[in-house]
């Protein structure tokens, strides 16, 4: 069974910074664009960043660009969001996902795994 676990979220004051990790089991996803999305209160789910397991090609968010920095680490199949210089408005549950499709995909649709998701609240 394939299974997500996120964890490392919490509260942080602004301008400070947390570690997302997204441990990945049950099946190989070598083949595999991983992903952390974020949902706010009374907002849909939003892409934030990918990375391609293969060769570890990213993409962000422009809302994240230069804050954000996704990355894995394949002898321990984990996904890393490194997030710096956090803003209130970065407070959301963020989850973490797999999609089989080689290219960067930033709508769920595209997804067929995903993790419980972890809260990261940032207090002005």
């Known amino acids: 069974q394939a299974q997500l676990v996120e964890s490392g979220g919490g509260l942080v004051q602004a301008g400070g910074s947390l570690r997302l990790s997204c441990a990945a089991s049950?099946?190989?996803?070598?083949?595999?664009?991983m992903a952390w999305f974020r949902q706010a209160p009374g907002k849909e789910r939003e892409f934030v960043a990918s990375i391609r397991w293969s060769d570890g090609n990213t993409d962000y968010a422009n809302s994240v660009k230069g804050r954000f920095t996704i990355s894995r680490d394949n002898a321990k199949n984990t996904v890393y969001l490194q997030m710096n210089s956090l803003k209130p408005e970065d407070t959301a549950v963020y989850y973490c996902?797999?999609?089989?499709?080689?290219?960067?995909?930033?709508?769920?649709?595209?997804?067929?795994?995903w993790g419980q998701g972890t809260q990261v609240t940032v207090s002005s």
């Open positions: 049950g099946r190989t996803f070598s083949s595999y664009n």
């Open positions: 996902a797999a999609s089989p499709r080689y290219y960067a995909n930033y709508d769920v649709s595209g997804y067929n795994y």
